[in-house]
């Protein structure tokens, strides 16, 4: 039981990841303005997407879910950070949707992490 939950909390996150790259990627007004307002325009939002899409990735594949899990808390914490200096809580009247989601994101990655945290190679 525990190892399917376990197995859907990472299929959330990889998909949540995963689904924004299409915004990043295609420069959707909404990601331009996002990454102008804390000036990583282009640059910050192409990166963020191939990392976004690595930490994805990584969270599917069995031996490497922790470094996933480890990236995407990276990955989360800088745009926590970013709503909570430069952006705001609400961005673009979406009514607090990216900040709320980038919360529950980090709480997903952080209980995967601590599931799998005897798989860190460096750690045994």
């Known amino acids: 039981m525990k190892t399917k939950v376990l ?3 990472r299929l959330a996150i990889a998909i949540i990841l995963i689904q924004t790259l299409r915004f990043k990627f295609t420069g959707h007004p909404d990601s331009i303005f996002i990454f102008k307002q804390v000036g990583l325009e282009p640059y910050g939002r192409i990166g963020i997407g191939v990392l976004e899409l690595i930490a994805g990735i990584l969270l599917l594949i069995p031996k490497t879910i922790w470094a996933g899990a ?3 808390l990276g990955i989360i914490s800088g745009a926590l950070i970013m709503h909570l200096t430069k952006l705001g809580i609400v961005v673009n009247n979406d009514g607090g949707i990216l900040f709320i989601t980038a919360v529950v994101v980090f709480i ?11 798989t860190i190679p460096f750690l045994k």
């Open 7 to 9: 197995f859907f909390i």
């Open 70 to 72: 480890i990236l995407t």
């Open 108 to 118: 997903l990655a952080a209980i995967t992490l601590y599931f799998y945290r005897k």
